[in-house]
């Protein structure tokens, strides 16, 4: 067979994974729960903390990767974290930035080789009149080590 159809049969789907992923990402409707648990006048967040290579600085024992989750007492928020522990990157903190924003604005495009190492977008969800102002960041956390992710929402 022509090595030009292999070449073709495995871009192809590569070329439209990012909008097939941004739609269907079991990450996404964990993500709208917790935002629109938020209330007027209201902050919550999600830390996704996670380090590879090494355990995190005030965890004892040698381990080849770790990851935590914080989040406030809200339901949903405990949700999310639980689907994040299970599901979330530990190796490549970059990736669960790029799925987060992608959640959070489906039009957005980016492209399959832009990789995120530290990032920090300010955006909104919901309506004019009911919804949360947010911060998604990715970060070096200097105090435990390795990466942390962010989620941070005001609501209004």
């Not at 090595?3 to 909008?19: E, G, R, T």
């Not at 990450?27 to 996704?48: M, N, R, T, W, Y």
């Not at 909104?124 to 105090?143: I, M, N, P, V």
Request: charged letters at 20%; one cysteine or more.
């Amino acid at each position: 067979m022509n090595p030009a159809k292999y070449l073709s049969l495995f871009l192809l789907p590569l070329m439209f994974s990012q909008s097939v992923i941004a739609g269907s990402d079991d990450l996404c409707p964990h993500l709208k729960e917790f935002l629109s648990s938020v209330g007027v006048d209201q902050s919550a967040s999600i830390e996704l903390h996670t380090s590879w290579g090494a355990n995190f600085k005030d965890d004892d024992g040698d381990v080849m990767a770790a990851k935590r989750c914080i989040h406030g007492n809200a339901a949903s928020a405990k949700k999310a974290c639980e689907y994040l522990m299970k599901n979330a990157s530990t190796e490549f903190a970059g990736v669960n930035f790029k799925r987060f924003l992608l959640c959070l604005s489906p039009s957005t495009k980016i492209e399959n080789s832009v990789q995120f190492s530290h990032a920090a977008v300010s955006l909104s969800f919901g309506s004019e009149d009911r919804g949360a102002l947010l911060d998604l960041s990715l970060e070096e956390d200097e105090h435990i080590g390795g990466m942390v992710l962010k989620l941070e929402a005001e609501g209004y």
